[in-house]
């Protein structure tokens, strides 16, 4: 009864924070499941120190693996290769966020995920759009700039991110390039609250995500570190700390969750005012039709 109780929480009740994604150890790396077409909801709850991040993340999308031959698929090379394609919805305390995302996972260490989002931001929540007419804006504290008039904007959002990830017997590496061009709104500048950076109005943003983690059964745990970039900023800021991720399933893997933790220090921010971090992840997929199994559990 109480897997039950949570799985209706997580699906009409989720909330997600903005944020460097914890969920990059995909649950294909740290999970030894089966892929299984048909199709899923997936939600994310995730928490962090910024109230401006929180929001509500809904996927809906349809999984087909890419071979069906069990030699094949229980191999190194091919274990857990599939494709995802569907839709995903972002609500946040700024901004809506709607569009298409497809998951490619053409070899078992090898994932490219795509996307294009349509945005509109808003100022119901004390966030919103923030414009400037120039990038001088370095005088403003992260206090002054809450106090600053918000308005509304509307935009476009593409990403590409490709992820390389190894599983060494009880050691999981996965490094992840994230690649993100967003249009938003007519001022030359403005400020990106889920950042905390100072973006112009068409820019790209680059993160990259690094992990090791050793296996502490049912943990993953180990150390985690992030760059990230805007480009007409002209700056790189850092994260390093500390990573821990759990995935489970249940009811033959119609039920999987996922959940990350990671903890540690922002270097470089100068508009964020929190040094430490600590942000937490959980994601729940439902699969919600059924198709054959194409590949067994493998312990």
């Known amino acids: 009864m109480f897997r039950y109780i949570l799985a209706f929480i997580f699906l009409f009740g989720s909330i997600q924070v903005y944020s460097t994604t914890i969920l990059l150890v995909e649950s294909e790396v740290t999970r030894s499941a089966s892929v299984e077409k048909g199709l899923y909801i997936s939600q994310n709850l995730d928490g962090a120190f910024s109230p401006n991040r929180l929001g509500f993340n809904t996927k809906l999308y349809y999984r087909m693996p890419l071979y069906n031959n069990k030699d094949t698929t229980n191999s190194f090379l091919w274990k857990n290769t599939k494709i995802d394609f569907g839709i995903e919805n972002i609500l946040n305390m700024s901004s809506d966020s709607i569009g298409l995302y497809i ?18 931001m808003f100022s119901a929540f004390g966030s919103g759009y923030t414009g400037f007419d120039d990038d001088d804006f370095n005088s403003y504290s992260p206090s002054k700039l809450d106090n600053l008039e918000k308005g509304s904007a509307t935009g476009f959002m593409a990403k590409i991110n490709p992820i390389i990830h190894f599983k060494f017997k009880n050691i999981v590496v ?11 709104g007519k001022m030359p500048y403005y400020f990106n609250y889920s950042s905390a950076t100072l973006h112009s109005k068409n820019d790209f943003e680059l993160e990259n995500d690094f992990y090791i983690l050793s296996n502490i059964h049912p943990f993953y745990v180990g150390i985690y570190y992030s760059l990230f970039s805007v480009l007409s900023y002209e700056q790189i800021y850092h994260k390093i700390g500390v990573a821990t991720a759990l995935s489970l399933a249940y009811f033959e893997n119609t039920l999987l969750l ?11 921010l100068p508009h964020y005012d929190q040094d430490v ?22 312990n």
């Not at 996965?174 to 938003?184: A, E, H, Q, R, W």
């Not at 996922?258 to 220090?265: E, L, N, R, S």
């Open 258 to 268: 996922d959940v990350g933790f990671a903890a540690g220090y922002n270097l470089g």
């Open 277 to 298: 971090f600590l942000d937490l992840n959980i994601k729940l997929d439902y699969k919600i039709s059924f198709g054959k199994k194409t590949t067994e559990v493998i």
């Open 103 to 120: 998951n490619y996972t053409p070899l078992s260490f090898f994932t490219v995920k795509a996307s294009g989002y349509f945005i509109g």
């Open 174 to 184: 996965l490094n992840s390039l994230l690649i993100n061009y967003i249009s938003v």
